[in-house]
Protein backbone atom coordinates (compact mmCIF):
# COMPACT_ATOMS: atom_id res chain seq x y z
CA UNK A 1 0.00 0.00 0.00
CA UNK A 2 1.01 3.49 -0.75
CA UNK A 3 3.35 5.65 1.85
CA UNK A 4 2.63 2.68 4.15
CA UNK A 5 6.24 1.22 4.41
CA UNK A 6 7.53 0.49 7.74
CA UNK A 7 11.28 0.23 7.44
CA UNK A 8 12.86 -1.99 9.63
CA UNK A 9 16.35 -1.78 8.13
CA UNK A 10 19.79 -0.70 10.42
CA UNK A 11 19.58 2.50 8.21
CA UNK A 12 18.08 5.01 7.07
CA UNK A 13 15.62 4.51 10.09
CA UNK A 14 11.84 6.06 10.34
CA UNK A 15 11.80 9.26 10.90
CA UNK A 16 9.00 11.02 13.45
CA UNK A 17 6.61 13.45 11.90
CA UNK A 18 7.83 16.26 13.66
CA UNK A 19 11.28 15.71 12.86
CA UNK A 20 9.96 15.69 8.64
CA UNK A 21 7.80 18.58 9.11
CA UNK A 22 10.96 20.61 10.82
CA UNK A 23 12.94 20.51 7.54
CA UNK A 24 10.10 21.39 4.87
CA UNK A 25 10.75 25.11 4.76
CA UNK A 26 13.30 27.35 3.36
CA UNK A 27 17.38 26.64 4.34
CA UNK A 28 18.09 30.13 6.11
CA UNK A 29 21.81 31.46 5.43
CA UNK A 30 24.52 29.54 7.08
CA UNK A 31 26.13 32.62 8.47
CA UNK A 32 23.14 33.62 9.89
CA UNK A 33 22.98 34.01 13.76
CA UNK A 34 19.64 32.26 13.30
CA UNK A 35 21.66 29.64 11.96
CA UNK A 36 24.71 30.30 14.69
CA UNK A 37 22.40 29.44 17.22
CA UNK A 38 20.98 25.86 15.86
CA UNK A 39 24.53 25.10 15.60
CA UNK A 40 25.50 25.89 19.07
CA UNK A 41 22.28 24.36 20.38
CA UNK A 42 23.07 21.02 18.57
CA UNK A 43 26.40 21.10 19.74
CA UNK A 44 25.67 20.81 23.30
CA UNK A 45 22.99 18.10 22.56
CA UNK A 46 25.47 16.13 21.10
CA UNK A 47 27.46 16.37 23.85
CA UNK A 48 25.39 15.03 25.86
CA UNK A 49 24.21 12.17 23.71
CA UNK A 50 28.26 11.34 23.30
CA UNK A 51 28.57 11.75 27.22
CA UNK A 52 31.60 13.76 26.53
CA UNK A 53 32.79 17.27 27.18
CA UNK A 54 34.96 17.09 23.71
CA UNK A 55 33.30 19.28 20.90
CA UNK A 56 31.62 16.95 18.64
CA UNK A 57 31.87 17.84 15.13
CA UNK A 58 28.90 18.05 12.26
CA UNK A 59 30.06 16.85 8.41
CA UNK A 60 27.96 17.01 5.52
CA UNK A 61 28.44 13.51 4.18
CA UNK A 62 27.24 10.01 4.76
CA UNK A 63 28.93 7.68 7.54
CA UNK A 64 31.65 6.95 6.12
CA UNK A 65 32.95 10.79 5.72
CA UNK A 66 33.15 10.26 9.87
CA UNK A 67 34.96 7.23 9.48
CA UNK A 68 37.53 8.36 7.35
CA UNK A 69 37.59 11.65 9.41
CA UNK A 70 38.69 9.71 12.02
CA UNK A 71 41.85 8.40 10.46
CA UNK A 72 43.07 10.64 8.53
CA UNK A 73 42.93 13.56 11.42
CA UNK A 74 44.59 11.49 13.95
CA UNK A 75 47.09 9.36 11.68
CA UNK A 76 49.98 9.61 9.85
CA UNK A 77 51.81 7.97 6.36
CA UNK A 78 53.05 4.38 7.11
CA UNK A 79 51.12 4.28 10.62
CA UNK A 80 50.61 1.11 11.70
CA UNK A 81 47.03 0.13 13.22
CA UNK A 82 44.92 -2.77 14.00
CA UNK A 83 41.79 -3.17 12.66
CA UNK A 84 38.88 -5.57 14.06
CA UNK A 85 37.39 -7.26 11.28
CA UNK A 86 34.01 -8.99 11.50
CA UNK A 87 31.71 -8.01 9.05
CA UNK A 88 31.12 -5.65 6.23
CA UNK A 89 32.31 -2.66 8.03
CA UNK A 90 34.85 -3.65 9.74
CA UNK A 91 36.14 -4.77 5.97
CA UNK A 92 35.68 -0.97 5.27
CA UNK A 93 37.76 0.21 8.35
CA UNK A 94 40.57 -1.94 6.45
CA UNK A 95 40.10 -0.42 3.16
CA UNK A 96 40.11 3.04 4.70
CA UNK A 97 42.97 2.60 6.14
CA UNK A 98 44.89 0.91 3.21
CA UNK A 99 43.55 3.47 1.00
CA UNK A 100 45.64 5.83 3.26
CA UNK A 101 48.63 4.17 2.96
CA UNK A 102 48.15 2.85 6.79
CA UNK A 103 49.99 -0.11 7.78
CA UNK A 104 47.32 -2.37 8.81
CA UNK A 105 47.00 -5.56 10.76
CA UNK A 106 43.76 -6.89 11.12
CA UNK A 107 42.35 -8.78 14.08
CA UNK A 108 39.45 -11.09 12.44
CA UNK A 109 36.85 -12.95 14.19
CA UNK A 110 33.63 -15.37 11.61
CA UNK A 111 31.14 -13.14 10.41
CA UNK A 112 28.38 -13.35 13.37
CA UNK A 113 31.38 -13.80 16.15
CA UNK A 114 32.14 -10.73 18.50
CA UNK A 115 35.96 -10.07 18.49
CA UNK A 116 38.27 -11.32 20.81
CA UNK A 117 39.73 -8.88 23.42
CA UNK A 118 42.59 -11.18 24.20
CA UNK A 119 43.85 -11.06 20.47
CA UNK A 120 44.32 -7.35 20.73
CA UNK A 121 45.72 -7.68 23.88
CA UNK A 122 48.06 -9.82 22.67
CA UNK A 123 49.21 -8.16 19.55
CA UNK A 124 49.23 -4.86 21.97
CA UNK A 125 51.57 -6.94 24.57
CA UNK A 126 53.94 -8.14 21.56
CA UNK A 127 54.50 -4.42 20.48
CA UNK A 128 56.83 -3.38 23.17
CA UNK A 129 58.61 -0.87 21.02
CA UNK A 130 54.85 0.79 20.91
CA UNK A 131 55.28 1.47 17.21
CA UNK A 132 51.17 0.71 17.07
CA UNK A 133 49.59 3.81 16.79
CA UNK A 134 45.56 2.69 16.35
CA UNK A 135 43.39 0.40 17.06
CA UNK A 136 40.27 0.92 14.89
CA UNK A 137 37.25 -1.32 15.41
CA UNK A 138 33.38 -1.59 14.61
CA UNK A 139 31.01 -1.36 17.56
CA UNK A 140 28.10 -2.63 16.28
CA UNK A 141 28.88 -4.65 13.38
CA UNK A 142 25.34 -3.88 11.25
CA UNK A 143 26.32 -7.15 8.92
CA UNK A 144 26.03 -9.39 11.03
CA UNK A 145 23.72 -8.02 14.05
CA UNK A 146 27.17 -8.27 16.62
CA UNK A 147 28.09 -5.74 18.95
CA UNK A 148 32.02 -6.06 19.48
CA UNK A 149 32.82 -5.12 22.87
CA UNK A 150 33.97 -1.82 22.72
CA UNK A 151 34.71 -1.01 26.39
CA UNK A 152 37.22 -4.62 27.48
CA UNK A 153 38.53 -3.84 23.90
CA UNK A 154 39.50 -0.25 24.75
CA UNK A 155 40.84 -1.26 27.97
CA UNK A 156 43.36 -3.33 26.78
CA UNK A 157 44.27 -0.44 24.23
CA UNK A 158 44.64 1.84 27.42
CA UNK A 159 46.47 -0.90 30.00
CA UNK A 160 49.09 -1.92 27.09
CA UNK A 161 49.80 0.83 24.49
CA UNK A 162 49.97 4.37 23.77
CA UNK A 163 47.56 4.11 20.82
CA UNK A 164 44.15 5.75 20.68
CA UNK A 165 41.00 3.90 19.78
CA UNK A 166 38.75 4.80 16.92
CA UNK A 167 35.34 3.55 16.99
CA UNK A 168 32.48 3.36 14.65
CA UNK A 169 29.53 3.77 16.72
CA UNK A 170 26.96 4.41 13.69
CA UNK A 171 24.35 1.75 14.84
CA UNK A 172 25.56 1.92 18.39
CA UNK A 173 25.38 5.87 19.64
CA UNK A 174 21.41 6.21 20.08
CA UNK A 175 20.91 2.47 21.08
CA UNK A 176 23.70 1.48 23.84
CA UNK A 177 25.40 3.07 26.60
CA UNK A 178 28.34 4.60 24.99
CA UNK A 179 30.41 7.05 27.64
CA UNK A 180 33.00 8.27 25.87
CA UNK A 181 34.59 10.32 28.23
CA UNK A 182 34.29 7.36 31.36
CA UNK A 183 35.48 4.59 28.78
CA UNK A 184 38.20 6.72 27.30
CA UNK A 185 37.37 6.61 23.65
CA UNK A 186 38.98 8.64 21.58
CA UNK A 187 37.40 8.66 18.26
CA UNK A 188 33.33 7.84 17.56
CA UNK A 189 31.51 8.26 14.31
CA UNK A 190 28.28 8.25 13.59
CA UNK A 191 25.17 9.01 11.18
CA UNK A 192 22.81 10.80 11.03
CA UNK A 193 20.57 7.82 9.54
CA UNK A 194 20.42 5.64 12.48
CA UNK A 195 20.43 6.41 16.07
CA UNK A 196 19.59 9.86 15.24
CA UNK A 197 16.18 9.24 13.31
CA UNK A 198 17.02 12.11 10.75
CA UNK A 199 17.31 11.04 7.21
CA UNK A 200 20.65 10.41 5.89
CA UNK A 201 23.56 13.43 5.03
CA UNK A 202 24.87 14.09 8.12
CA UNK A 203 27.71 12.79 9.98
CA UNK A 204 29.20 13.62 13.44
CA UNK A 205 32.42 12.61 14.83
CA UNK A 206 33.49 13.05 18.62
CA UNK A 207 37.44 13.92 19.12
CA UNK A 208 39.13 13.45 22.86
CA UNK A 209 42.08 15.34 23.91
CA UNK A 210 44.38 12.88 23.06
CA UNK A 211 42.73 12.23 19.24
CA UNK A 212 43.38 16.13 18.96
CA UNK A 213 47.50 15.88 20.06
CA UNK A 214 47.57 13.09 17.54
CA UNK A 215 45.83 15.51 14.77
CA UNK A 216 48.66 17.60 15.89
CA UNK A 217 51.24 15.28 13.86
CA UNK A 218 49.30 13.52 11.22
CA UNK A 219 50.01 14.27 7.98
CA UNK A 220 47.77 12.34 6.06
CA UNK A 221 46.23 15.04 2.99
CA UNK A 222 42.66 16.21 3.75
CA UNK A 223 40.78 18.86 3.02
CA UNK A 224 37.02 18.76 2.69
CA UNK A 225 37.32 16.64 6.05
CA UNK A 226 40.19 18.84 8.13
CA UNK A 227 38.61 18.91 11.98
CA UNK A 228 40.39 21.39 12.37
CA UNK A 229 38.27 23.70 10.52
CA UNK A 230 35.52 22.13 11.81
CA UNK A 231 36.96 22.93 15.33
CA UNK A 232 38.02 26.45 14.40
CA UNK A 233 34.26 27.29 12.97
CA UNK A 234 32.43 25.25 16.04
CA UNK A 235 33.69 27.57 18.27
CA UNK A 236 32.13 30.86 16.46
CA UNK A 237 28.92 28.25 16.21
CA UNK A 238 29.29 27.53 12.37
CA UNK A 239 30.67 25.24 9.64
CA UNK A 240 33.61 25.20 7.10
CA UNK A 241 31.55 24.47 3.85
CA UNK A 242 27.45 25.08 3.38
CA UNK A 243 26.16 22.26 5.84
CA UNK A 244 23.04 20.32 4.90
CA UNK A 245 20.54 23.25 6.64
CA UNK A 246 17.84 21.60 6.89
CA UNK A 247 19.16 18.38 8.21
CA UNK A 248 20.19 20.64 10.85
CA UNK A 249 16.35 21.77 11.58
CA UNK A 250 15.62 17.62 11.94
CA UNK A 251 18.64 17.06 14.53
CA UNK A 252 17.96 19.95 16.53
CA UNK A 253 14.20 18.49 16.31
CA UNK A 254 15.28 14.75 16.72
CA UNK A 255 18.07 15.44 19.51
CA UNK A 256 15.36 17.20 21.51
CA UNK A 257 13.07 14.34 21.40
CA UNK A 258 15.89 12.02 22.65
CA UNK A 259 16.48 14.65 25.55
CA UNK A 260 12.58 14.30 26.59
CA UNK A 261 12.90 10.39 26.63
CA UNK A 262 16.34 10.69 28.41
CA UNK A 263 19.55 8.25 28.06
CA UNK A 264 18.53 5.30 29.76
CA UNK A 265 14.97 5.18 28.99
CA UNK A 266 16.04 5.16 25.08
CA UNK A 267 19.21 2.27 26.05
CA UNK A 268 16.26 0.42 28.01
CA UNK A 269 13.85 0.86 24.98
CA UNK A 270 16.49 -0.96 22.55
CA UNK A 271 17.42 -3.83 24.68
CA UNK A 272 14.04 -4.71 25.40
CA UNK A 273 12.83 -4.91 21.91
CA UNK A 274 16.34 -6.83 21.37
CA UNK A 275 15.02 -8.90 23.27
CA UNK A 276 11.39 -9.35 22.32
CA UNK A 277 12.45 -9.84 18.84
CA UNK A 278 15.53 -12.73 20.01
CA UNK A 279 13.13 -14.75 22.37
CA UNK A 280 10.20 -14.50 19.43
CA UNK A 281 12.94 -15.71 16.83
CA UNK A 282 13.90 -18.00 18.71
CA UNK A 283 10.16 -19.56 19.84
CA UNK A 284 8.91 -19.48 15.92
CA UNK A 285 11.85 -22.54 15.31
CA UNK A 286 14.38 -19.79 13.18
CA UNK A 287 17.98 -19.73 14.63
CA UNK A 288 19.80 -16.16 15.60
CA UNK A 289 23.24 -15.93 13.03
CA UNK A 290 24.58 -13.75 16.16
CA UNK A 291 26.56 -15.46 18.87
CA UNK A 292 24.55 -15.70 22.14
CA UNK A 293 24.90 -12.50 24.28
CA UNK A 294 26.90 -10.67 21.93
CA UNK A 295 23.47 -9.18 19.99
CA UNK A 296 23.51 -5.63 18.39
CA UNK A 297 20.66 -3.75 20.20
CA UNK A 298 19.67 -1.84 17.07
CA UNK A 299 20.12 -5.58 14.46
CA UNK A 300 18.83 -8.68 15.09
CA UNK A 301 20.13 -11.05 12.43
CA UNK A 302 18.40 -14.19 11.46
CA UNK A 303 19.24 -17.62 10.05
CA UNK A 304 16.00 -19.42 8.55
CA UNK A 305 16.82 -23.67 8.54
CA UNK A 306 15.65 -24.53 4.61
CA UNK A 307 14.14 -21.69 3.05
CA UNK A 308 15.68 -18.71 1.06
CA UNK A 309 16.15 -15.87 3.89
CA UNK A 310 15.66 -13.48 0.88
CA UNK A 311 11.80 -15.14 0.07
CA UNK A 312 10.72 -14.58 3.42
CA UNK A 313 12.33 -11.04 3.65
CA UNK A 314 10.31 -10.32 -0.08
CA UNK A 315 6.63 -11.58 1.31
CA UNK A 316 7.12 -9.59 4.39
CA UNK A 317 7.73 -6.55 2.25
CA UNK A 318 4.48 -7.35 -0.33
CA UNK A 319 2.13 -8.84 2.38
CA UNK A 320 3.06 -6.49 5.22
CA UNK A 321 4.66 -3.66 4.26
CA UNK A 322 7.85 -4.00 5.99
CA UNK A 323 11.30 -3.65 4.61
CA UNK A 324 13.84 -5.88 5.90
CA UNK A 325 17.87 -6.04 5.59
CA UNK A 326 19.12 -9.09 3.52
CA UNK A 327 22.26 -11.25 3.62
CA UNK A 328 25.49 -9.23 1.96
CA UNK A 329 27.97 -11.16 0.40
CA UNK A 330 27.89 -14.56 1.19
CA UNK A 331 25.65 -14.40 3.83
CA UNK A 332 22.58 -13.21 0.91
CA UNK A 333 19.59 -15.80 1.24
CA UNK A 334 21.43 -17.30 4.36
CA UNK A 335 20.07 -14.65 6.78
CA UNK A 336 17.77 -11.70 6.87
CA UNK A 337 18.11 -8.81 9.63
CA UNK A 338 15.33 -6.69 11.40
CA UNK A 339 16.30 -3.31 12.03
CA UNK A 340 15.28 -2.23 15.45
CA UNK A 341 17.34 1.43 15.87
CA UNK A 342 15.90 4.64 16.67
CA UNK A 343 12.19 5.02 16.09
CA UNK A 344 10.60 2.14 17.08
CA UNK A 345 8.19 1.30 19.25
CA UNK A 346 5.99 -1.77 20.54
CA UNK A 347 3.86 -2.13 17.89
CA UNK A 348 6.89 -2.31 15.08
CA UNK A 349 8.10 -5.24 17.66
CA UNK A 350 4.88 -7.11 17.96
CA UNK A 351 4.24 -6.36 13.94
CA UNK A 352 7.91 -7.53 12.68
CA UNK A 353 7.33 -10.52 14.76
CA UNK A 354 3.47 -11.41 13.96
CA UNK A 355 4.34 -10.97 9.66
CA UNK A 356 7.33 -13.33 10.38
CA UNK A 357 5.31 -16.09 11.67
CA UNK A 358 2.28 -15.30 9.60
CA UNK A 359 4.87 -15.58 6.54
CA UNK A 360 6.57 -18.93 7.72
CA UNK A 361 2.68 -20.00 8.15
CA UNK A 362 1.56 -19.70 4.22
CA UNK A 363 4.35 -20.92 2.77
CA UNK A 364 4.39 -24.46 5.29
CA UNK A 365 7.37 -23.69 6.93
CA UNK A 366 6.08 -23.03 11.07
CA UNK A 367 7.93 -25.57 13.06
CA UNK A 368 5.74 -25.01 16.43
CA UNK A 369 1.63 -24.36 16.54
CA UNK A 370 1.12 -20.46 14.97
CA UNK A 371 1.40 -18.31 17.57
CA UNK A 372 4.46 -19.65 19.78
CA UNK A 373 6.68 -16.80 18.44
CA UNK A 374 4.54 -14.10 18.81
CA UNK A 375 3.25 -15.39 22.30
CA UNK A 376 7.18 -15.31 23.67
CA UNK A 377 7.39 -12.06 22.22
CA UNK A 378 4.63 -10.08 23.59
CA UNK A 379 5.76 -12.05 27.25
CA UNK A 380 8.94 -10.14 27.29
CA UNK A 381 7.28 -6.97 26.36
CA UNK A 382 4.79 -7.58 29.57
CA UNK A 383 7.52 -8.67 31.85
CA UNK A 384 10.11 -6.84 30.60
C1 LIG B 1 25.40 2.59 8.11
C2 LIG B 1 26.74 2.31 8.68
C3 LIG B 1 27.86 3.08 8.36
C4 LIG B 1 27.81 4.30 7.48
O1 LIG B 1 27.50 4.04 6.20
P1 LIG B 1 27.14 5.26 5.22
O2 LIG B 1 26.43 4.57 4.12
O3 LIG B 1 28.40 5.89 4.83
O4 LIG B 1 26.27 6.18 6.02
C5 LIG B 1 29.06 2.79 8.97
N1 LIG B 1 29.17 1.79 9.85
C6 LIG B 1 28.13 1.03 10.20
C7 LIG B 1 28.34 -0.04 11.20
C8 LIG B 1 26.88 1.26 9.63
O5 LIG B 1 25.83 0.51 10.00
Known amino acids: MQDKLNLMIPGPTPVPENV ?6 HPIGHRSSDFQEIVQKTTEQLKWLHQ ?18 GIINTLSKGDRVICGNNGKFGERWVKVAKAYGLDVKTVEADWGQPLDPNQFKRILEEDTSETI ?3 ILTHSETSTGVINDLKTINNEVKSNSKAIT ?3 CVT ?6 IPMDEWGIDVIASGSQ ?3 MIPPGLSFVAMSKRAWEFNNQSNLPKFYLDLKQYLKTVNKNSNPFTPAINLYFALEASLKMMQKEGLSNIFTRHSRHQK ?3 E ?10 TKEGFGSPAITAVQPKNIDAENIRKAIKNDFDILLAGGQDHLKGKIFRIGHLGFVNDRDIVSVISALESTLDKMGKLEVPIGEGIAKTISVLNNE
Open 276 to 278: AIQ
Open 20 to 25: LSSMSK
Open 194 to 196: KGY
Open 52 to 69: TTADVLTITGSGTAAMEA
Open 133 to 135: KAV
Open 166 to 168: IAD
Open 172 to 177: SLGASN
Open 280 to 289: GVKAMGLNLF
